[in-house]
């Protein structure tokens, strides 16, 4: 299998050079820099490289990061059929061909007329950021990318706790050669199937190619949720049921509410990803527009804290939102994962009552018909209103010996409880006035090791 990474750059000079340099007030302002195609071109090949070259990870600083993407003469505006790609600073060459591109960009035909390199600085160091774009006309590159990543079959996983009846377990947050991680789509999906998910939210970068390599998944797979992680400048945000690209280019908040609202509108479940240091952080002071935030990015102790403050702040403010969890995985090669990323599906999981069908588990992720757990095997923590008595909500946990049980409203804790039993329930009162309850499970050094959505008070007094 190839590693993605080989590269095979043409031995003829470039047909088309393009440079210039950056400098501080441009960092996170995309430029789109005009070059002409001619007349009967079936392959282009381009390749960048800049100066103070500095990975794209948050914590490093001091030089410069420039992302790349391609518009074809269709055009550079918003929605654009002519959008072919973008790559981050993850690849510093690729092909586009008639019959084939390097992921994640897009195959097909190459258009007469101007075409536009997008460049992103997303960090400028002190020196500026000198750069140069070389591209190709038909190099005659063979594709790298023959090998699509085919898996045959996958170990079937231990058995798994059951959850309660009408429920399916899933990972919402993965990446792979289609934007920055390692493997092909159906290594990841046959990796989530080993994992033992029911369904698998695909969400590479700024792009929609990845979605026809996984295919629908099912028929012993995990069933895939057709996703992708819109990555802008000042946050990153996820949409599940969507196949096209949403804008990314302008990092402020009106034009990131306004796409997320489209977005929403089209009839994606939209969140707001890892709104915590480092995650990178959430800069949108935004109130509406999304159904949920990525409360949970990673193993609980990445700093997931501050995702919960942020989620519970909107909470109090009213805004109905829910929880979800997402691994983030990037890596499934052995690749040293960078200790903001989780490294195996499932870290966290996020449990959905729904029936097997991307419709369906699409809204009971809109609806907050859900939980979120520190793995497949749990715990679990459903939290309902009291059927028997108004006034009141019923807890089950499952698989939680030894966690604590913290039920929480608007106002603060409302009960503690240690869970004693792997089969665990209880109801309690609530008190008047509460605008919500929602619940979590602790581990004995504070860490949530489950969350529950909120239950709105209407649905508690009725
Ligand atoms: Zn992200």
Known sequence: MTDGRERPTPSTP???VLSGT???????????????VPDGVRQLHVRYGYTDRI???????????????????????????GFRGWSGSEK????IDEGW?????????IGAGTWHILLGPYKVGPRGCDWKVEIWFDPGIRSAWRMSGAVVGHREPDPLPEPRAGWLRGDLHCHTLYSD???????????AAEAGLDFLGVTDHNNVGHQLAYG???????IVLPGLEVTTYGGHWNAWGTDRWWEFREPEARAVERTMRAAAESGAVVSINHPKPFGPPWEYAVFGGFHAVEVWNGPWPQLNTASLDHWDGLLRRGVRCAALGGSDTHYLHGRDVPPRHADSLGTPTTWVRAEASVPSILEALREGRSFVSESPRGPQLYLDPDRARTGRVAVEVRDGTGATLRLLGDGGVIASSSIDDPRWDATFEVPGGTRYVRAQLESSAGDVRALANPIWAERIWS
């Open 181 to 191: 991680g390692d493997a092909w789509p159906q290594e990841m999906l046959h990796t």
């Open 92 to 95: 510093m060459e690729f092909t």
């Open 101 to 109: 591109a390097t992921p994640p960009y897009r195959a097909g035909q």
């Open 14 to 16: 470039p047909d088309r």
């Open 216 to 222: 629908p998944g099912g028929d012993g797979l995990p």
């Open 55 to 81: 990975d794209s990870d948050p914590l490093i600083t001091g030089g410069n990061t420039l992302d790349i993407g391609l518009f074809d003469e269709r055009g550079i505006a918003e929605a654009s059929p």
């Open 22 to 36: 950056f400098a501080k007030d441009h960092e996170r302002r995309y430029a789109h820099v005009p070059f002409d």
